[in-house]
């Protein structure tokens, strides 16, 4: 069944502070669309957002025109009466229906969502029942209630929440349960078994597909709902029906062609488990039974039987996993001991990962944690984190430095300014040769993904591990431009992040199967195979 993906959350255009490798043109998002068989998009201007509504949503009309049964329009608004905008509601809905707009986006920062500003606006939109696009920011610094308020205010208008993400989500489950004009998209709402929880509590009408293109990778998106465990016509309706209705017929006639027939792409687009071999780089794991970790963490059945089902539906074979309080807790003897758990309970499903923690153990607890875990259980991963607070090249760290150096382990570095940065790395790995060390979250930026690149390209035991919530689109491209197909590899953050965006990032990249094939799961195996680890 080939499913019409209809992306409701999508800029082109030009935009303030875009990197340059950022794509942002039509002819960029056409091409994008082509390359994840993604169908229709709705679709503002950044020019409208970022200099004028009127005069951006004017240039808007041009773009559409280049693909008119695939790009479809959403004007950002600013109040009625405001210099240079409508003066009442029906001239700005007779212009909209003019210029065939079905929906409307309003950009935070220049005003104020109270009735005595855009009240009359929001009339006039309640009124025609049109598409209101709002984003998260919107709600800030007291999402729940600023929300609550508006929805019951304009309880006929169909709103749709944009650009939330996972620790929202406390706000948005209960406002969603609390208002049935809201609707949701997923393009950085990446929350572990969402799609499936949020239909099941629910139903399936509320909930659509999005992308946050042209920054954010469309097949990143996608994948979310191909490896839905839900029905086929939720699936439908999710893709892209339940964005159609709600624009009232408007949008792409029938799905997107086919544009590559290999075994990574058709198993993706079917939303069968991946025949390649699949290992992620980069997951943690919460204790028994566990769906929560801290206040703004819920990580559905985030132990490791959850994370493996998961798994098992989109063919991720094996994962290296840490623990969640053992990081980022600095609670690193608890958290080892639920990995040592997990790893007697599944076996080699689970590549355990160990935190050492220089803040909480004397020199003798640290080596008598790292004979324990390594050389009697078999542990084989590093990992440090940011929250203990110190440098990774201060003294503390140097005996977990040399033991994996002795025996060729890897170690996951997430870095930060205090930590060393990028050039900490490089130094770690210019004086540990022996060591892979895998820089957690390479792909989250361009910016950061140069500066990882670069440090690859002077230390060839560097490697980019590339989780992170932005999914950058085209990132991974450029990585393996950058560096070469063997240094970049696939991890999830799982349960904290859903472990399907990540994948489908992956899977629908602009690179050749075989390399694709070694970043899912190939380079993170050679790194293993590395590892000597005797008795």
């Known amino acids: 069944m080939d499913l019409m993906y209809f992306d409701c959350n999508a800029t082109i255009g030009q935009r303030p502070q875009k990197h340059r490798r950022v794509r942002w043109s039509t002819e960029h998002i056409l091409e994008d669309m082509d390359l994840s068989e993604i169908a229709g998009a709705l679709v503002i201007h950044g020019v409208a957002r970022s200099f004028d509504p009127v005069y951006g949503n004017a240039r808007l009309k041009p773009e559409l025109a280049k693909a008119?049964?695939?790009?479809?329009?959403?004007?950002?608004?600013?109040?009625?009466?405001?210099?240079?905008?409508?003066?009442?509601?029906?001239?700005?809905?007779?212009?909209?229906?003019?210029?065939?707009?079905?929906?409307?986006r309003l950009v935070p920062g220049g005003f104020s969502l109270h009735p005595d500003v855009i009240g009359e606006t929001l009339e006039a939109l309640q009124e025609d029942r049109v598409l209101t696009l709002l984003e998260m920011?919107?709600?800030?610094?007291?999402?729940?209630?600023?929300?609550?308020?508006?929805?019951?205010?304009?309880?006929?208008?169909?709103?749709?929440?944009?650009?939330?993400?996972?620790?929202?989500q406390r706000h948005v489950h209960r406002l969603m349960a609390l208002h049935d004009n809201l609707h949701l998209e997923f393009s950085s709402y990446q929350i572990n078994r969402g799609i499936e929880q949020y239909v099941q509590?629910?139903?399936?009408?509320?909930?659509?597909?999005?992308?946050?293109?042209t920054e954010k990778s469309p097949g990143a998106a996608r994948a979310y709902v191909d490896y839905a465990q839900i029905g086929d016509e939720s699936k439908q309706k999710i893709a892209g029906g339940n964005l159609k209705r709600l624009l009232k017929g408007q949008g792409p006639a029938q799905p997107a062609k086919h544009t590559r027939?290999?075994?990574?792409?058709?198993?993706?687009?079917?939303?069968r488990p991946q025949t390649v071999f699949v290992m992620?780089?980069?997951?943690?794991?919460l204790h028994e039974g566990g769906d929560t970790a801290g206040v703004n963490y819920i990580m559905l059945r985030g132990d490791a039987e959850g994370m493996l089902e998961v798994n098992r539906w989109c063919g991720i074979d094996r994962v290296a996993m840490m623990s969640w309080n053992g990081p980022v807790c600095t609670d690193a003897q608890d958290g080892n001991d639920i990995i040592r758990r997990a790893g007697q309970r599944f076996g080699d499903r689970i590549i355990p990962?160990?935190?050492?923690?220089?803040?909480?153990?004397?020199?003798?607890?640290?080596?008598?944690?790292?004979?324990l875990r390594y050389l009697r259980q078999g542990f084989i991963g590093m990992k440090p984190y940011v929250r203990m607070n110190?440098?990774?090249?201060?003294?503390?760290?140097?005996?977990?430095?040399?033991?994996?150096?002795?025996?060729?382990?890897?170690a996951l570095m997430h870095v930060a300014g205090h930590t060393g940065g990028v050039p900490g790395v490089g130094r770690l790995?210019?004086?540990?040769?022996?060591?892979?060390?895998?820089?957690?979250?390479?792909?989250?930026?361009?910016?950061?993904?140069?500066?990882?690149?670069?440090?690859?390209?002077?230390?060839?035991?560097?490697?980019?591990?590339?989780?992170?919530?932005?999914?950058?689109?085209?990132?991974?491209?450029?990585?393996?431009?950058?560096?070469?197909?063997?240094?970049?590899?696939?991890g999830t953050d799982a349960p904290m992040r859903d472990p399907r965006q990540q994948l489908g990032w992956v899977l629908w990249a602009d690179l050749p199967e075989g390399t694709r094939a070694k970043i899912l799961g190939g380079n993170f195996q050679r790194i293993l195979e590395r590892v000597r680890l005797g008795k």
């Open 137 to 168: 920011s919107w709600g800030a610094p007291d999402y729940f209630s600023s929300f609550h308020t508006l929805l019951s205010r304009y309880p006929r208008l169909p709103v749709l929440l944009t650009d939330a993400v996972w620790p929202h």
């Open 280 to 285: 992620d780089a980069h997951a943690h794991v």
């Open 261 to 271: 027939e290999d075994r990574i792409v058709a198993a993706a687009r079917e939303g």
């Open 429 to 490: 790995a210019a004086k540990f040769p022996e060591v892979s060390w895998l820089i957690a979250h390479s792909g989250g930026s361009y910016p950061f993904a140069e500066e990882v690149a670069a440090c690859i390209q002077a230390h060839p035991n560097v490697y980019a591990e590339i989780t992170l919530t932005p999914v950058t689109n085209r990132v991974l491209e450029f990585l393996v431009e950058a560096t070469d197909e063997d240094h970049v590899l696939f």
């Open 390 to 410: 110190l440098s990774y090249e201060d003294p503390a760290f140097m005996p977990w430095w040399e033991f994996g150096n002795a025996h060729r382990l890897y």
């Open 68 to 104: 008119p049964d695939r790009l479809f329009g959403v004007w950002c608004l600013a109040p009625l009466g405001d210099p240079g905008f409508y003066e009442t509601g029906d001239e700005l809905l007779q212009a909209m229906e003019a210029s065939d707009i079905r929906a409307a």
């Open 201 to 213: 509590d629910f139903g399936d009408e509320r909930l659509l597909f999005g992308t946050g293109t």
């Open 353 to 371: 990962v160990a935190t050492i923690d220089p803040t909480h153990m004397s020199p003798e607890e640290m080596d008598k944690e790292i004979q």
